[in-house]
T-cell receptor, first 110, second 115 residues
Framework: RKEVEQDPGPFNVPEGATVAFNCTYS??????FFWYRQDCRKEPKLLMSVYSSGNEDGRFTAQLNRASQYISLLIRDSKLSDSATYLC???????????FGPGTRLSVLP | DVKVTQSSRYLVKRTGEKVFLECVQD?????MFWYRQDPGLGLRLIYFSYDVKMKEKGDIPEGYSVSREKKERFSLILESASTNQTSMYLC??????????????FGQGTRLTVV
């Protein structure tokens, strides 16, 4: 079983849609959780950290369920510029040992 | 802003050549990482370093070595390049044990083609 698994995608959604990505992780000792965004042929960049209580940043909401070892990302009112690959990332030890999921590709269509 | 800089965006090398990929970060981070990214396989950790002259093998270290002589610089070495090492190589850094939600910062990537 892979350490971090994500919805395989791709997701093709119209502008304005709400889309949700799911991620599960296998190591119960994982300490920190993130969503990264990667544009085509570019490096990954941090979208948001995921806090135990859940957190929101504008149109983006992240949730963590430690008991189920599950992380989610919700994007509301999708924009064309949201088209990218979204990577679920788990940190086993603070600042070290980042484990990446395979990514889920999102295409927002006009 | 944190800056992680990789020496080349694109490289073409011949089979059997020794290849050096250089990475420099300017935020005094203790941890540095080398990943490769391939379609369908995601990012896979090759090596990481948590201090000068320290290194740890990641998931796929075979065919690679690393060097960290200075805190800001982490080099990836392909001792004898092979075609199956054609890939996107990404360097990253993070603060040492910076606490919860310490993120990794990436360089722009080096797309290596071995012919």
């Amino acid at each position: 079983r892979k350490e971090v698994e994500q919805d395989p995608g791709p997701f093709n959604v119209p502008e304005g849609a709400t889309v949700a990505f799911n991620c599960t992780y296998s190591n119960s000792a994982s300490q920190s959780f993130f969503w990264y965004r990667q544009d085509c042929r570019k490096e990954p960049k941090l979208l948001m950290s995921v806090y135990s209580s859940g957190n929101e940043d504008g149109r983006f909401t992240a949730q963590l369920n430690r008991a189920s070892q599950y992380i989610s990302l919700l994007i509301r009112d999708s924009k064309l510029s949201d088209s990218a690959t979204y990577l679920c990332v788990v940190n086993i030890w603070y600042g070290q040992n980042f484990v990446f999921g395979p990514g889920t590709r999102l295409s927002v269509l006009p | 802003d944190v800056k992680v800089t990789q020496s080349s965006r694109y490289l073409v090398k011949r089979t059997g050549e020794k290849v050096f990929l250089e990475c420099v970060q300017d935020m005094d981070h203790e941890n540095m990482f080398w990943y490769r990214q391939d379609p369908g396989l995601g990012l896979r950790l090759i090596y990481f370093s948590y201090d000068v002259k320290m290194k740890e093998k990641g998931d796929i270290p075979e065919g690679y070595s690393v060097s960290r002589e200075k805190k800001e610089r982490f080099s990836l070495i392909l001792e004898s390049a092979s075609t199956n090492q054609t890939s996107m190589y990404l360097c990253a850094s993070s603060p040492g044990q910076g606490g919860m939600n310490t993120e990794a910062f990436f360089g722009q990537g080096t797309r290596l083609t071995v012919v």
